[in-house]
């Protein structure tokens, strides 16, 4: 018995790997809303980053782990916060440091530690 249960846990590891495969990028609207509630913060509204800031901007770090990926995150990330009227670079910048982020997107420089020269990102 023992002998036929093991290649079947086995198969059954391979079919749900294979069905849930590799987790999809994060789209743009995925990004914006991720970090949505960091708004308050970096409009100066709040004196400190929310909790569910901090959760968001990891998640979307944690979600974009690759170069490409992280390119496109600090693309969207310019194009939405040059939007956002009142919006202060210099809370943008600090946000990684109060969130004690031990990673970064690192796009220098645009919402946080991702925008102004997404071109030129030194992400890798």
């Given at each position: 018995?023992?002998?036929?249960?093991?290649?079947?846990?086995?198969?059954?590891?391979?079919?749900?790997?294979?069905?849930?495969?590799?987790?999809?990028?994060?789209?743009?609207?995925?990004?914006?809303?991720l970090v949505k509630p960091c708004l308050d913060?970096?409009?100066?509204?709040?004196?400190?980053?929310?909790?569910?800031?901090?959760?968001?901007?990891?998640?979307?770090?944690?979600?974009?782990?690759?170069?490409?990926?992280?390119?496109?995150?600090?693309?969207?990330?310019?194009?939405?916060?040059?939007?956002?009227?009142?919006?202060?670079?210099?809370?943008?910048?600090?946000?990684?440091?109060?969130?004690?982020?031990?990673?970064?997107?690192?796009?220098?420089?645009?919402?946080?530690?991702?925008?102004?020269?997404?071109?030129?990102?030194?992400?890798?």
């Amino acid at each position: 018995m023992k002998s036929v249960f093991v290649p079947f846990l086995c198969l059954v590891a391979v079919l749900v790997v294979t069905a849930i495969g590799p987790p999809k990028p994060l789209t743009c609207e995925q990004t914006q809303f991720l970090v949505k509630p960091c708004l308050d913060f970096v409009t100066d509204k709040t004196t400190a980053p929310s909790i569910s800031c901090c959760q968001g901007l990891n998640e979307v770090i944690v979600l974009s782990p690759t170069k490409d990926e992280r390119l496109f995150v600090c693309k969207c990330l310019k194009e939405e916060g040059s939007q956002i009227p009142n919006l202060d670079l210099g809370r943008t910048k600090s946000l990684p440091k109060l969130c004690n982020l031990s990673k970064t997107l690192d796009c220098d420089r645009g919402w946080g530690f991702l925008w102004t020269e997404c071109d030129k990102t030194k992400i890798g």
